[in-house]
């Protein structure tokens, strides 16, 4: 059974850099038809992806945050990591990693967050 | 704003049956068959209960069901139970810079 955790600091200041870790169990990053994910839920709203890494290195952004994000991967640890930069109060959310699958059989093709973390609330404030 | 439109809320009684909608255009839910739904459970991280419209993942009651027409996705649940109150999200992939997008959520109810 795949696992994901997060473990980072649960408040940072604002302007300073918001830093959390992923560490998978179960499974391995360096896997194909994986892309491993960040997605974040402010407050009684709803769910933003944030950006995901694939085992090669290569990364996707979304766009209203890519100048402030970096993702990296640690196959020797198993885990990946989500840096975001000049956060502000509107960055305070439960920050979630999960997996997402994409493949295609003979028949048909897939894509799915099929496993999340359990999430971490980070607060920005001073 | 969310990418894909959702209702606030749903409500219904045990054993009745309703549909959460989810629209958004012909760049995401319209074009491709990859709509998944959500459920989340107050404190809870979000639970995959239907993937690429209509699939059910192992262990999900079979009184979920998901359906696509044109750009509009719907999650049924038949039977409503007490358990089934949550709130419900929809994601597509999109070929637009975003790749990902969400509903806003829909908060369901059981009388």
């Known amino acids: 059974q795949v696992q994901l955790q997060e473990s980072g600091p649960g408040l940072v200041k604002p302007s300073e850099t918001l830093s959390l870790t992923c560490t998978v169990s179960g499974g391995s990053v360096s896997s194909g038809n994986y892309f491993w994910s960040w997605i974040r839920q402010p407050p009684g709203k709803g769910l933003e992806w944030i950006a995901f890494i694939y085992y090669s290195g290569s990364t996707n952004y979304n766009p209203s945050l890519e100048s402030r994000v970096a993702l990296s991967l640690d196959t020797s640890k198993n885990q990946f990591s989500l840096r975001l930069s000049s956060v502000t109060a509107a960055d305070t959310a439960v920050y979630y990693c999960a997996r997402l699958s994409v493949g295609c059989s003979s028949t048909t093709c897939y894509r799915k967050f099929d496993y999340w973390g359990q999430g971490t609330l980070v607060t920005v404030s001073s | 704003q969310s990418a894909l439109t959702q209702p606030a809320s749903v409500s219904g009684s045990p054993g009745q049956s309703i549909t959460i909608s989810c629209t958004g255009t012909s760049s995401d839910v319209g074009g491709f068959n990859y709509v998944s739904w959500f459920q989340q459970h107050p404190g809870k991280a979000p639970k995959l209960i239907i993937s690429?419209?209509?699939n059910r993942p192992s262990g999900v009651s079979n009184r979920f069901s998901g359906s696509k027409s044109g750009n509009t996705a719907s999650l049924t649940i038949s039977g409503l139970q007490a358990e089934d109150e949550a709130h419900y999200y929809c994601?597509?992939?999109?070929?637009?810079?975003?790749?990902?997008?969400f509903g806003g959520g829909t908060k369901l109810t059981v009388l």
């Open positions: 994601n597509s992939y999109t070929s637009t810079s975003t790749l990902e997008v």
């Open positions: 690429d419209v209509s």
